[in-house]
């Protein structure tokens, strides 16, 4: 069984940064696609980042191009997702998810598994 676990979310002002890990279990699989999702309060739950743990290029939301990196560590299945230069508009609960059989699942919200969310919060 699958199980994802998150850490480090957090409250900063806008402009900061902070970096969510995501620590996977159960699967030796390295085809498998994990990511970061979003849901902001009173909103539906939305893609961020995905990356194939295989390779391949990442895949971001229009609205973390250029500020939020996705990054793997296969030796540890883990993923981390680097936030800079936060902004309000970016809190959220942030939830970690992997599909075991591709990225173009994931990102539409297929998922295998899915973490219990880290809540991220930024102040203007």
């Known amino acids: 069984q699958v199980e994802l676990v998150e850490s480090g979310g957090g409250s900063v002002q806008a402009g900061g940064s902070l970096r969510l890990s995501c620590a996977a279990s159960g699967f030796s699989d390295i085809s498998v696609c994990m990511g970061w999702f979003r849901q902001p309060p009173e909103k539906e739950r939305e893609a961020v980042a995905i990356i194939n743990l295989q390779g391949g290029s990442p895949r971001y939301a229009d609205s973390a191009k250029g500020r939020f990196t996705i990054s793997q560590d296969n030796a540890k299945n883990t993923v981390y997702l680097q936030m800079n230069d936060l902004k309000p508009d970016d809190t959220a609960v942030y939830y970690c998810?992997?599909?075991?059989?591709?990225?173009?699942?994931?990102?539409?919200?297929?998922?295998?598994?899915w973490g219990q969310g880290t809540q991220v919060t930024v102040s203007s």
């Open positions: 998810a992997a599909n075991l059989f591709g990225c173009s699942r994931l990102w539409t919200g297929g998922a295998n598994a």
